[in-house]
């Protein structure tokens, strides 16, 4: 599947393709030039905000993996030094799902390079 490049218009700020010789909005003409360099621009500009949405999804990740790690170390602890015995909870599912939210950010960023 091809990309479609997109820019906003100039005139009135609606989204039009990158080949267009004018807006289809507003019918203001675009040169060339101008559709150039809105075009990279818009590239650059879609580029930095999939790498902020990746790197919270690293964080987010990293966040729910560490707090499931802390729950089931710290239940376990009380259970070993408790002098009856007791039970521990293992937060697999948090774990696991902040190990792939993490695993997702760090492949997507990775693939904005």
């Known amino acids: ?13 609606e989204f039009i393709a990158a080949d267009a010789t004018k807006c289809r909005f507003c019918s203001a003409p675009v040169d060339a030039e101008t559709r150039k360099s809105a075009t990279a621009a818009q590239e650059k500009e879609n580029k930095l905000y999939r790498r902020k949405q990746y790197a919270r999804h690293m964080f987010r990740g990293a966040g729910l ?5 802390v729950i089931t170390l710290g ?24 190990f792939g939210n993490f695993l997702y950010g760090v492949v997507g960023w990775l693939g904005e390079l």
Request: aromatic share 12%.
């Open 1 to 13: 599947m091809s990309e479609v490049k997109v820019f906003q218009c100039l005139s009135c700020h």
């Open 65 to 69: 993996f560490a707090l499931g790690l």
């Open 75 to 98: 239940t376990f602890t009380l259970a070993v030094s408790s002098q009856q015995g007791g039970h521990y909870v293992i937060t697999y599912g948090l774990m696991l799902s902040g």
